[in-house]
């Protein structure tokens, strides 16, 4: 009775933090950043809005999909778990070890982005990016040793926070610019081979912008009414989020032409200066501060809930079940803390990095196939929601990953086959653990 207590999670969550945990884990700095890269390789207003409304749409009928999923099967570590179910234990295994590994690098990313903002305040800390992200990062795992609570506050006030900046920044472009579009300078075959080429890079690009509106379903288990919260917190953080993508693009066009941002490194920056004066750089930076903040928090939490469920599944040390009083995982915590420090430390976090969204669309499209294994498998199973318009919705979303996974394999051929490589690894992997596992249980 101890031992069940122990590796329990509690269910100390609702609807507040899953849309603050959705909003905190999508939001971060690239869309600071990555209009400029696709304004850079698209050079067409319309071509450019319309990639991220796409993005949206893609992202919205997701949420229609994982709404049942993760009411059917509300267990931490969110997408492994139904592959598993349906696809068996390999499935689950390499989906899991995608999902963390795609999961388990932004905290490191993020504490050195942080870092290097800070610098950019007080140039005189020009020699301390590594201490300072030691240091965010040794204080957000304390953070969250102390308890799922902490954390869950955190998460609602930054990602309140993140959205009223946003929604500033938008609102002061819109009266900078007036209503008028900057006219469109070139006018490109939409079918020429370069430009097919940077839509479907603008949409990795992109896709990964949004990466993080599936949040909700690593922390289900820990919901206090997942039925009724996950489909909610699902469409409710997506559709804010997509908004204020949408409208973040057409507010920085509206200051200034798709020429001029064209491969900014930080788009944002250069409106604000226009819009806000010599003090727009400040003001961006204390923007992109407070929205790494929010999503670092978030991530923090999530790699840590895919690895519990891993472990209570075999396929990683039984330790990492352990849940101390607050109830946070904290063996998971101090795992993946230590793998984030690893790569602040050593800095090679950017391979690892790069690939996630491949990682991570190849996950989506394994869920959405066990959405249809199961409604076949096991049709009596209890599912508080009901995917709208199924089996064409979930279909159009298998067919529409699979479209985007061949367009990265051409687009990005190197991820592509490090992937091939790992999934290679992985099947010795699994059997040794696998081994292991049936010996223990003997």
């Known amino acids: 009775m101890i031992e069940t207590k122990k590796n329990q999670l509690k269910k100390s969550l609702g609807l507040s933090f899953n849309i603050a945990v959705l909003i905190g884990g999508t939001i971060g700095v690239g869309i600071l950043r990555t209009p400029g890269v696709i304004a850079g390789m698209l050079d067409d207003y319309w071509l450019i809005i319309t990639c991220w409304i796409f993005g949206g749409i893609y992202i919205l009928i997701d949420a229609n999909s994982y709404a049942e999923l993760a009411t059917m099967l509300p267990k931490a570590g969110g997408s492994y778990n139904y592959i598993k179910r349906a696809f068996g234990e390999y499935a689950g295994f390499i989906s899991g070890w995608f999902d963390y590994i795609a999961n388990a690098t932004p905290p490191a990313f993020y504490c050195i982005v942080i870092s290097e903002y800070i610098v950019t305040l007080f140039p005189n800390l020009a020699n301390q990016t590594t201490a ?17 609570k902490n954390g869950s506050y955190l998460q609602q006030l930054t990602s309140l926070l993140k959205v009223i900046c946003f929604v500033t920044l938008i609102v002061a472009c819109f009266m900078y610019s007036g209503l008028k579009f900057n006219p469109i300078e070139k006018d490109t075959p939409f079918f020429e081979i370069g430009l097919l080429f940077g839509f479907f890079k603008s949409l990795q690009l992109v896709i990964g912008t949004y990466d993080g509106w599936n949040c909700v379903c690593f922390f289900s288990e820990e919901d206090e009414n997942p039925s009724q919260n996950a489909p909610k917190s699902l469409y409710t953080g997506a559709i804010i989020v997509i908004a204020l993508y949408v409208l973040i693009n057409v507010a920085f066009f509206k200051v200034l032409p798709v020429a001029t941002l064209a491969n900014s490194p930080l788009v944002a920056s250069d409106v604000a200066k226009v819009v806000f004066g010599n003090n727009g750089s400040i003001i961006v930076t204390i923007i992109a501060i407070f929205s790494l903040i929010s999503i670092l928090n ?4 999530i790699p840590t809930r895919i690895l519990f469920g891993l472990s209570r599944d075999g396929f990683f040390t039984k330790k990492a079940t352990s ?16 793998f984030a420090l690893l790569l602040i430390c ?24 066990s959405l249809i294994k199961l409604r076949t498998k096991e049709p009596n199973l209890p599912r508080p929601y009901r995917s709208w318009l199924y089996p064409w919705s979930t279909l159009f979303m298998i067919f529409a990953t699979l479209a985007l996974l061949l367009g990265f394999a051409y687009s990005d051929r190197e991820n592509f086959v490090i992937i091939l490589v790992i999934a290679l690894i992985s099947y010795p992997v699994f059997l040794f653990l696998n081994r292991n596992k049936k010996g223990t249980n003997t």
């Open 346 to 369: 050593i800095g090679s976090f950017e391979v690892l990095f790069s690939f996630g969204t491949f990682m991570t669309v190849i996950v989506w499209g394994l869920a959405y196939c």
């Open 298 to 301: 978030a991530y923090m939490m």
């Open 132 to 148: 300072i992200a030691i240091s965010f990062l040794v204080g957000f795992t304390l953070l969250h040793v102390g308890g799922v």
């Open 323 to 338: 849940i101390n009083k607050g109830g946070t995982p904290v063996v998971a915590l101090l795992i993946s803390s230590s």
